[in-house]
């Protein structure tokens, strides 16, 4: 990005709608043993994978998957990179417009 400009989409990571909570749990560095504690009641909100739980986050923010802040920050950082949650419907709009 040239200075003065805003990171485009294209600067985010990769995301993969379809990629598991357990491998992007794992490619967040979140603990295994903090996974299993989230799993369940991610599963209650239907949250299955990673665009699940972007689209979660869009409608009702990080706060409604009772993810501890720590947590939730290594996942926004691997799903969004520099985009906060906020971007969260922005950038599933994106995806979404480019299958």
């Known amino acids: 990005t040239r200075p003065g400009t805003k990171p485009s ?3 985010s990571p990769a995301i993969d709608l379809g990629e598991p909570l357990a491998a992007l749990f794992k490619r967040a560095r979140v603990a295994d043993s903090l996974y299993r ?3 369940g009641r991610l599963a209650e909100l239907g949250v299955g994978d990673a665009g699940d739980l972007l689209d979660e986050v869009a409608e009702k923010g990080i706060g409604s998957l009772s ?3 720590r947590q939730a920050e290594k996942l926004r950082q691997a799903l969004l990179g520099r985009r ?3 971007d969260a419907a922005a ?3 994106s995806l979404s417009g480019l299958s």
């Open 67 to 69: 993810i501890h802040d």
């Open 9 to 11: 989409l294209a600067a």
């Open 91 to 93: 950038v599933l709009a």
């Open 37 to 39: 504690r989230y799993v």
């Open 84 to 86: 906060g949650w906020g």
